[in-house]
């Protein structure tokens, strides 16, 4: 009873804090306060559960409707899912403070407390759950609830960049729903044990390649890859800046979670599966175009929202080459850079948020003068900039070093040269956002000193940043145990 | 039956797809709905539907005959619900966008595509 109480509890506290906010909506201070302790009792129960199932206990698993495993609908606090809930929570928390600052009345008015709340149940419903059409609805409704937080402001760019956002996330959709059901049609299961079992015992048909490219492209979408990229930098550039930080952090992860999940997991692409065979090769060249062409693409503007939206796409990228290698290690990398790239993404965003309040502008060539108005933010914001970069010792160079070096060390150097070069356009793109925020002299007005509470989200971020960088091993061993566990799914029952 | 429901649902997916692609809003909207319909009709396919007897265990079996597969259709009836969900925003969105550019061309709606742009100037954040 504990057990279930403790695993489905980051879903259900964001939800029931939700429908508080609803209740109270008419207090501002009310739903503010509400929206705090619920990201910190959620940042709380994640880490309870983690300790919990790594302290030598079998896999806490929920079954609902009191079925036999593998017939309905199942929790279980398996790797990656079990780390990604207690990142979204520690980004859930550090966005909460965040928005102290830049989400006024009006937008709590406009709801930002509730459709965050929903938003983060949702993203820590589709980490957790075992069940394909289960994983579906969480996306769909994590969909609902970016629509609504990405028009918190109803200004006709974000009606028009959510018009963009929801038509392609719905085609999207589609294709998850015409996957998933063609997997049921062929495994007669929706548990994805028990359907990477059956899948495995069987060879490869015409159905099930069609299920996995469905999935794929469903997915793929969702995450921002090559050819589906266009919508994300189309539209993330218009909503509030908290909801977008968290945007960039979790949405796109939470398509490649998927993605590793169905192609690790249910096809065993690195277990020696055969599910999935033909489509590792296109995973190479997915990655490889996403990476080149959208670090090209963040060179081209000078719009920090925009700049940074497209190296989201091209982080994703960078993930895709850990499930293109199809070795253990290879995903154990992928996860490893997933983890490092939600913190960072999210800072980054935060970061842009707090330049715009000082110097007036998102425009890069607008900005300046922050390291000497406010070098204490100057310097919490070149930890994720220089991360993002790969500069040692911090969490991005550990995660493009692994990256590469699997990549090398699988035989598939080519994608790990792509992988060079994009790296290389990275640190030219950030670095010319640090130095033109922070020490080219700002044009005009006058630089204003950045408020605290943004400051304090910051730094928790780029603390984390900081501790991955400064040990890797803890995290790598996860990552490793992560893609042990998902090999395990298609090896048989999970 | 099969392959005739098959090709059925390949069909409307065709046309939904071909509205999609269209610069009207509103068929992209009726296009979208459609094909929430065609993918629909395809789940119903993928649980088998040539039976038709309720999944219920009659009082003396201990298992389950011929019957229908109960699953597809909980999984149909989520999908309606969510489709159904997620059109009502999309028509809301379209609803806006004609409010402030009166017009339901897609080339007419692109206030996004400026925002960003150095030439752009937006109102303040609160």
Redesign the interface.
């Known amino acids: 009873m504990t057990e279930t109480v403790l695993l489905t509890a980051p879903v259900i506290l964001p939800f029931v804090a939700a429908a508080l906010v609803l209740i109270l909506r008419a207090r501002l201070a009310v739903t503010r306060a509400i929206g705090l302790i619920a990201n910190g009792a959620l940042l709380v129960a994640s880490l309870l559960l983690f300790f919990y199932a790594n302290g030598g206990h079998l896999v806490p698993l929920a079954v609902f409707g009191g079925w036999p495993q593998g017939i309905s609908i199942s929790f279980s606090a398996t790797m990656p899912g079990l780390m990604l809930v207690v990142v979204t929570a520690l980004l859930a928390l550090a966005a909460s403070i965040y928005a102290l600052v ?1 989400v ?4 709590r008015r406009a709801g930002y407390d509730a459709l965050m709340l929903a938003m983060t149940g949702a993203v820590n419903g589709a980490f957790l759950t075992d069940d394909l ?1 289960n994983l579906y ?1 969480w996306f ?1 409704l994590a ?2 609830a970016a ?1 609504g937080l990405l ?1 918190l ?12 956002y ?2 392609f996330s ?2 999207a ?2 294709f998850i ?2 996957g ?3 997997i ?2 062929i495994t007669g299961t ?1 548990d994805v044990g028990r359907a990477a079992a059956t899948l495995a015992s069987q060879p490869p048909t015409f159905a099930s390649a069609t299920a996995a490219a469905l999935l794929l492209g469903g997915f793929a979408l969702k995450a921002g890859l090559f050819p589906f990229h266009l919508w994300l930098p ?2 993330y ?2 909503g ?2 908290t909801a977008v930080a968290v945007f960039a952090g979790l949405l796109t992860k939470m398509g490649f979670y998927a993605l590793l999940l169905i192609f690790a997991g249910m096809f065993g692409v690195g277990a020696g599966g055969i599910g999935a065979t033909q489509l590792v090769p296109v995973f190479g060249w997915i990655a490889a175009a996403t990476i080149l062409i959208c670090c090209a693409g963040a060179l081209a ?3 920090m ?2 700049m940074l939206a497209y190296h989201i796409v091209a982080q994703v990228g960078y993930m895709t080459i850990g499930l293109a290698l199809a070795t253990r290690e290879g995903i154990a990398a992928a996860v490893f850079y997933m983890v490092h790239s939600i913190v960072v993404q999210a800072n980054l965003f935060f970061g842009a948020g707090l330049i ?1 309040r000082a110097s007036g502008s ?2 890069l ?1 607008r900005a300046g003068g922050m390291a000497r108005t406010n070098p204490l933010f100057a310097l919490v914001l070149a930890v994720p900039v220089l991360s993002l970069a790969g500069i040692p010792p911090l969490s991005g160079f550990w995660a493009k070093f692994i990256i590469i070096r699997e990549s090398f060390d699988a035989d598939m150097a080519w994608i790990g040269v792509v992988a060079l070069i994009g790296g290389l356009l990275t640190i030219v793109s950030m670095s010319s956002f640090w130095s033109d925020a922070c020490w080219k002299e700002p044009r005009g007005k006058p630089v204003r000193r950045v408020p605290l509470a943004g400051l304090i989200a910051m730094t928790i971020l780029s603390g984390a940043t900081l501790a991955i960088g400064l040990m890797p091993q803890g995290l790598w061993t996860l990552s490793l145990l992560s893609s042990r566990a998902l090999a395990s799914i298609a090896g048989g029952g999970g | 039956m099969t392959l005739l429901y098959g090709f059925v649902g390949a069909g409307i997916f065709a046309c939904a797809l071909y509205m999609i692609l269209s610069r009207n809003l509103v068929r992209m909207l009726l296009g979208f709905s459609m094909l929430a319909t065609g993918v629909n009709l395809l789940l119903f396919l993928a649980g088998r539907i040539e039976s038709r007897q309720p999944p219920i265990i009659a009082d003396s079996a201990r298992a389950l005959g011929e019957a229908a597969d109960p699953i597809t259709q909980a999984m149909i009836l989520t999908a309606i619900v969510i489709g159904f969900a997620l059109t009502v925003m999309l028509a809301v969105l379209v609803l806006r966008a004609w409010r402030h550019a009166h017009s339901i061309d897609s080339r007419n709606v692109d206030s996004a595509e400026s925002l960003g742009t150095p030439q752009e100037r937006e109102p303040a954040d609160d």
């Open positions: 830049d006024g009345p009006r937008r059409f609805v769909e969909l609902i629509l028009t402001d109803r200004r006709p760019a974000q009606i028009d960049g959510a018009i963009r929801a038509s719905m085609l959709a589609t729903l015409l998933v059901g063609m049921y049609g929706l189309a539209s550039h218009t509030p800046i503007h000078t719009d929202r925009r715009r998102w425009d060539t």
